[in-house]
């Protein structure tokens, strides 16, 4: 059967189970993706001896495997990874973690145990690489996400620089073109490039649009995230990519033959937010590479050292995307000077401003600056993009969703101007601002605030400019607002059906069920042109490209859906995709669809992960799945009534008490027992009626018990029959029809929902708000106030 990716990912992350204790995340990342880069590199090598890493004798994940339970096995596997080192040049990069430290790996049988553990999670025949590529999807880029995203979570504030959440570099890869990449010979640049993530996201952008596979150019700092980089490069298939370890503000590494600093077309980066150190090893004032002519950082912020570095390194019709904080956007002092000159260049195409709480190494909101060489001489204007209210949780940080990632990149890239969310800002109103940036000042998203109407109180009604506000229900559904309300007076309106008579007031309405048949027309259109894209996937398919061309023509579709967001269905089929339609596409392209049914978790087991017993018993058991129903309330029902039984005579003091067990259950056994206890006993008549009472409603629930489990018994039995004589016709139209598809509508039809409860809900707000006017107020409190005085006054007290 083939292995789940869910699971997959997550057994690799369950290997660092293994390793926790005497390391943290920020060490024993190392460990791990040395061991799934050698598995890797083996793999390739097994399958194209001609590949560019050589794997030697003696330097295989083979011999890993056969170290494995060896009393030396820590030594054994850095001799291992020192041969596969010195065959390929990667000596200092490959064989940083040492497998023999006994205060990180444990002495003795310790050791022994975690580390053949360790090697046994790679031997999972999920991670077989030998085609690098499986199906045509990166498997084991995806399984390098995982990690990392993990390794970053665990290691804290102070580690976790090393990654740049992969949601936030698949934006910067789009927002600056990378898809129109045109020439092989074009090139990617990151000075600050840690563990090389955003690096290989910019590339796979323009490699999985374009097919060309762009230069790779990196620097960092660290010496051992250098190394990480540098594995991680050849892991996703880049070994020529040149990653140079060193400062890049004091030391950088790529010069042309002038021994200028090297042009690049393309360049990203998050480098370290407001680092205090940046001028270490040089004089900024007499750099030789005339980085600060727009003026120098202040000495304790180096923010825009590093975005100056990357305008100095960009070509004339280049493109680049900064991750900076959002400080650098208002700061004023010497980084006010460099912001105001760089914008009267018109070096700045856009701003995006993120949400807070992204980044793993620090908690503090940050932005995107996207630098445009290239139309720097005609701007007019900054585009300017407020993002930060569009994330979910995710543990203890947020994180961007799939519907947040496209609506940035969609009003970035086509300058799409949105209420509250984008706009181009002339940059004549920027300089009237004293060249402040901070986006609050030209985007306004704050909501209106909801202004209670004092002669509405006063007087009744409901103010007719409330009702006007909802005017987007009102253009799709014109004549529910009179068949809502009517006029009371001027300027105000009255409800022409009860409170409760809402939400059927509008659900019945032949507009709303107009509007209703509108959506689920966009879906009926979206599914009758895909479903049998969905029942033909064959093995060898790719299934992200799959993904992308369900989940766009559904964007496409429903962009044209009135008072829906088109990103938030399109966010439904992403959450689908990630919880089950991943799995089951995954599985369908490795085996096909009618071996797929008997090849569960047991041999010859039916497969329930792809097809679910109750799909099948919804089709073709309704009937029998309705007994069962039927069967299931009478049991409960007696069930109810012998719980009310105890509640009534259970007590300490009633005439059940002496029934229970000894845990104060009553058991067809106790109550026996009791019962023999007291036959002889004639003072004991009541307790022994309500006692054979509770026996006898013992007896029906075992029966009724009995009656459901025989039922269930044999439905089970027929469903198993049935997956056996399964068609692959039926197969794919109880998966694609029955499960995938009907999933999808249901979600579509929470936004639907959505729709009605919102409008209902505000609708029932303002009425409750203003149903009693105050004069009505006023006449009721001196009914009760007359009411309480004469009963005082009966009582003698005089008011």
Not at 724 to 740: C, M, N, P
């Amino acid at each position: 059967m083939a292995i789940k990716k869910s699971e997959l990912y997550s057994s690799l992350w369950k290997s660092c189970d293994e390793l926790r204790g005497g390391m943290d995340a920020s060490q024993y990342k190392d460990y791990v993706l040395v061991l799934l880069f050698v598995k890797y590199v083996s793999d390739k090598y097994a399958a194209d001896p001609n590949s560019l890493i050589e794997v030697p004798e003696g330097g295989s994940f083979a011999d890993m495997v056969a170290a494995k339970g060896k009393t030396n096995v820590g030594e054994r596997l850095n001799e291992i990874i020192a041969k596969l080192a010195e065959a390929n040049n990667l000596t200092g990069v490959i064989d940083v973690a040492d497998f023999d430290d006994q205060e990180k790996l444990g002495k003795g049988r310790d050791m022994v145990d975690r580390l053949s553990n360790l090697v046994s999670i790679f031997q999972s025949p999920g991670l077989d690489f030998r085609n690098n590529r499986a199906q045509g999807d990166d498997i084991l880029g995806d399984a390098y996400e995982y990690l990392m995203r993990h390794f970053a979570t665990e290691s804290g504030k102070s580690k976790g620089q090393f990654y740049t959440p992969a949601e936030v570099s698949r934006i910067m890869a789009q927002v600056i073109g990378l898809a129109g990449a045109i020439d092989s010979k074009q090139s990617i640049y990151d000075p600050t490039c840690g563990s090389g993530s955003l690096l290989l996201k910019a590339h796979d952008e323009a490699k999985s649009t374009t097919g060309l596979d762009l230069a790779i150019y990196g620097q960092e700092m660290d010496n051992a995230t250098c190394a990480l980089a540098k594995m991680n490069m050849i892991l996703h298939d880049c070994p020529t990519a040149e990653i140079w370890q060193d400062n890049t503000l004091s030391a950088p590494q790529f010069k042309d033959p002038m021994g200028n600093l090297k042009l690049f077309d393309f360049i990203v980066a998050n480098p370290p937010f407001s680092t205090k150190a940046w001028s270490n090893g040089f004089n900024p004032a007499e750099d030789e590479y005339n980085r600060f002519s727009y003026g120098i950082p202040p000495d304790k912020n180096g923010d825009y050292a590093f975005l100056l570095h990357m305008l100095t390194s960009l070509k004339s019709t280049g493109k680049a995307a900064v991750i900076l904080p959002h400080g650098v956007l208002s700061r004023g002092g010497a980084e006010g000077v460099i912001r105001k000159r760089i914008l009267q260049q018109g070096y700045i195409q856009a701003i995006i401003g993120l949400p807070a709480n992204l980044f793993f190494g620090t908690g503090i909101p940050a932005c995107i600056i996207i630098l445009d060489k290239a139309g720097s001489a005609g701007r007019k204007g900054l585009f300017l993009i407020d993002a930060r209210k569009g994330f979910i949780k995710d543990g203890n940080k947020n994180r961007l969703r799939e519907q947040d990632i496209h609506k940035i990149v969609d009003a970035c890239t086509q300058q799409r101007e949105l209420p509250k969310f984008s706009r181009l800002v002339p940059l004549a109103e920027i300089e009237a601002n004293d060249f402040n940036l901070n986006i609050p000042r030209y985007i306004d998203t704050s909501e209106a605030e909801d202004l209670q109407d004092i002669d509405a109180h006063l007087y009744g009604g409901i103010p007719e400019r409330d009702v006007n506000a909802l005017q987007a229900y009102w253009e799709v559904m014109p004549n529910l607002r009179s068949a809502l309300f009517a006029p009371q007076r001027p300027g105000f309106l009255q409800l022409k059906v009860t409170q409760t008579e809402i939400k059927s007031g509008i659900f019945d309405h032949p507009e709303f069920t107009a509007f209703n048949q509108t959506i689920s027309g966009l879906f009926d259109a979206w599914r009758n042109e895909h479903q049998s894209r969905m029942q033909n996937i064959a093995a060898g398919d790719r299934p992200k490209a799959l993904l992308k061309i369900l989940a766009e023509d559904l964007l496409h579709r429903f962009e044209a859906a009135p008072l829906l967001d088109a990103y938030d269905v399109y966010q439904h089929l992403q959450d689908y995709w990630y919880t089950t339609l991943q799995d089951d596409v995954y599985q369908l392209v490795i085996d096909d669809w009618q071996s797929l049914i008997t090849s569960g978790s047991n041999i010859g087991e039916p497969n329930t992960d792809l097809l679910p017993p109750e799909l099948i018993v919804h089709r073709y058991y309704a009937a029998e799945a309705a007994t069962i129903a039927e069967l299931e309330n009478k049991r409960d029902a007696i069930s109810q009534e012998l719980e009310e039984l105890d509640e009534e005579q259970g007590g300490e003091d009633g005439p059940l008490a002496e029934g229970k067990t000894d845990k104060g259950k009553l058991t067809a056994a106790s109550v026996k027992t009791r019962l023999k206890t007291i036959q002889n006993d004639l003072d004991a008549e009541e307790e022994r009626q309500a006692l054979e009472n509770c026996l006898a409603l013992i007896e029906r629930e075992a029966e009724a018990s009995k009656k459901v489990k025989a039922a269930q018994k044999a439905l089970n039995a027929k469903v198993k029959a049935h997956y056996a004589q399964l068609s692959e016709i039926e197969l794919k139209t109880l998966v694609v029809g029955d499960k995938w598809l009907a999933t999808l509508q249901a979600d579509v039809q929470t936004e639907l929902n959505r729709v009605s409860q919102a409008l209902s809900g505000r609708i029932r707000q303002l009425a409750a708000r203003y149903t009693t006017p105050l004069p009505a107020l006023n006449a009721e409190v001196e009914a009760l106030t007359a009411k309480v005085n004469g009963h005082l006054a009966k009582m003698g007290f005089v008011v």
